[in-house]
């Protein structure tokens, strides 16, 4: 297999960032449309992706979209018991117990 200056970048790039140099050969032989290469790197980046996703959840915690969400509905529940709208749920459902005892 003839390779280029761009392929022998590339390998020389993907091998720097920890890739096993095999396997960055296999990927830069993508470059030119092959097969083999394409679904390599394909697999590669599900990998990658997978791992990435598992350091951010067991080593970085938590999202914080969902502690913000969860700030925003305590916000709102609370904002709600301000206003008349829980205490009035509050009578309705001591009126429909107080029927039930009779």
Do not use: C, F, W, Y
């Amino acid at each position: 297999m003839a390779r280029n200056r761009k392929q022998e970048d590339l390998i020389d790039r993907l091998h720097a960032d920890g890739i096993r140099k095999r396997v960055a050969t296999t990927i830069a032989g993508a470059r030119g449309g092959r097969k083999k290469g394409v679904k390599e790197a394909r697999a590669l980046l599900d990998q990658l992706e997978d791992a990435t996703a598992a350091i951010r959840t067991d080593i970085l915690g938590p999202s914080r979209k969902r502690s913000a969400a969860a700030k925003k509905a305590a916000a709102t529940r609370k904002r709600n018991a301000a206003k008349a709208k829980r205490s009035a749920a509050a009578k309705k459902g001591a009126a429909t117990r107080r029927k039930a005892k009779r």
